[in-house]
């Protein structure tokens, strides 16, 4: 059976909105990583193919700002920056640079998303290496502005990362609220806790 993965996600996106009214962005790309990218080209409504060539995926990393590649937060750009390095082309081209200063895992990790390698099978034992140290919970839903229905979508996310750090047998240290308004426009909060917490879930 011969699948389109463009049509398929315009076909996910049309079900997304005929059953929660809500739009959706998508990306089609040989990676997982290189997909995540796409879904921000044209947000909030549409879709973004890149070609499975290693020219077209060179040429959509290397203007890319480093912050865009998943699992490169704000102190290891600011690191990166400091070095002269902002784009993902600086990345590639300065990795001599890169290797003496970040440890060899890391090094590894920013070499293969450089060249777009994040996601695929080859690149499958290095992201093994690379431990997520966060959980996470999130959801989308339409216009709230009650505080009892904002308390309780907070709750029901709450209760689902309690719920996973249970089940893995982990305790947090720091939370983070994030909240995206309407207007695009994100607002976050956190907070390290001096004890550890109590994990609860209900079941």
Same mark, same amino acid.
């Given at each position: 059976?011969?699948?389109?993965?463009?049509?398929?996600?315009?076909?996910?996106?049309?079900?997304?909105? !005929?059953?929660?009214?809500?739009?959706?962005? &998508?990306?089609?790309?040989?990676?997982?990583?290189? &997909?995540?990218?796409?879904?921000?080209?044209?947000?909030?409504?549409?879709?973004?193919?890149? *070609? *499975?060539?290693?020219?077209?995926?060179?040429?959509?990393?290397?203007?890319? *700002?480093?912050?865009?590649?998943?699992?490169?937060?704000?102190? &290891?750009?600011?690191?990166l920056s400091a070095l002269g390095i902002n784009t993902v082309r600086d990345l590639y081209q300065h990795r001599a640079a890169v290797?003496?200063?970040?440890?060899?895992?890391?090094? !590894?990790?920013?070499?293969?998303?450089?060249?777009?390698?994040?996601?695929?099978?080859?690149?499958?034992?290095?992201?093994?290496?690379?431990?997520?140290?966060?959980?996470?919970?999130?959801?989308?839903?339409?216009?709230? !502005? !009650?505080?009892?229905?904002?308390?309780?979508?907070?709750?029901?996310?709450?209760?689902?990362? &309690?719920?996973?750090?249970?089940?893995?047998?982990?305790?947090?240290?720091?939370?983070?609220?994030?909240?995206?308004?309407?207007?695009?426009?994100v607002r976050q909060r956190r907070v390290t806790l001096t004890k550890s917490p109590a994990v609860m879930a209900r079941p």
């Amino acid at each position: 059976l011969e699948i389109n993965p463009a049509a398929l996600a315009m076909e996910i996106r049309a079900r997304v909105y !005929s059953k929660t009214s809500l739009t959706a962005s &998508a990306g089609v790309a040989p990676t997982r990583m290189l &997909a995540k990218m796409c879904t921000d080209i044209n947000k909030p409504n549409g879709q973004y193919v890149l *070609p *499975p060539t290693r020219q077209a995926i060179i040429d959509f990393l290397e203007s890319k *700002p480093t912050r865009q590649i998943p699992g490169i937060g704000k102190v &290891a750009e600011e690191t990166l920056s400091a070095l002269g390095i902002n784009t993902v082309r600086d990345l590639y081209q300065h990795r001599a640079a890169v290797s003496h200063v970040f440890g060899q895992k890391t090094f !590894s990790y920013f070499l293969k998303a450089s060249r777009g390698l994040l996601g695929s099978e080859s690149s499958a034992s290095t992201e093994d290496t690379c431990r997520r140290k966060s959980r996470s919970a999130e959801r989308t839903f339409g216009r709230l !502005s !009650s505080a009892a229905s904002l308390w309780a979508v907070c709750r029901e996310v709450c209760t689902a990362v &309690a719920k996973d750090l249970k089940e893995e047998g982990l305790q947090g240290r720091t939370i983070t609220v994030k909240m995206k308004q309407t207007t695009y426009d994100v607002r976050q909060r956190r907070v390290t806790l001096t004890k550890s917490p109590a994990v609860m879930a209900r079941p």
